[in-house]
């Protein structure tokens, strides 16, 4: 996973250019881009549901377009809080003009752990939610970006992915080598697909008996 040289054109904030810029991602690069369209703001709104209370960062990974970004600060997460990981110059450079002053890293999301402390940002991480492709990764790269969330949470925060699979996105194989628990908690049907998000923690942490919470 390679970086690519920034690109700090200006933007136009518009909504018509998001998903322009998104569905052309989707077309370069069907496999490394989630879905054909930015995530609904239904299914934006369950991400940032799922946060855990109290302070700290949100590290978001796979920023594109900012519909996350725009749902976790509606939520009252302040801006100061949320550092975006995005390894595609244009993504990035769109999200620095449509959020002035947020923070935003280019660089690859396996690499999550030594990305922050080269940019010096401070811990505790919260918790790290993430836009990637998950379901279509092989195993060795769920694992690896679980490892990551993992280390920069102190094992405290959860990983928190949406999937348009009725399944668990995380590979059973990984889950089980890795020990880690699973939590189906938003369950979203007004998005194009229906989707669910899931809260990933490290074995050993206590959770909240399940709870779904449906989005019609």
Known sequence: MTGQAPIRNKVPETARHAHW?????WMRSPLRVASIAPSSPDLSRAMAASLPDGDGIVVELGGGTGAITQALLAK???????????????????????FPGIRVLQGDAGT????????????????VISGLP????PNRLQARLLRQAFAVTNGIGPFIQFSYSPLSPLKRSVR??????????????????????WCFYRAGMEISPAKLDTVA
């Open 134 to 137: 998950f379901v279509s990764m």
């Open 76 to 98: 009252g997460v302040p801006l100061e809080r949320i550092v975006i990981v995005e390894r595609d110059a244009h993504f990035c450079a769109f999200l620095e003009q449509r």
């Open 176 to 197: 089980e080598r890795m020990g880690v628990m699973e939590q189906c908690t938003q369950q979203v049907w007004r998005n194009l697909p229906p989707a669910k998000v």
């Open 21 to 25: 810029l998104f569905f052309r991602k």
């Open 112 to 127: 999550l752990r030594p990305l922050l402390r080269s940019a010096d940002i401070a811990q505790p991480v919260s918790a």
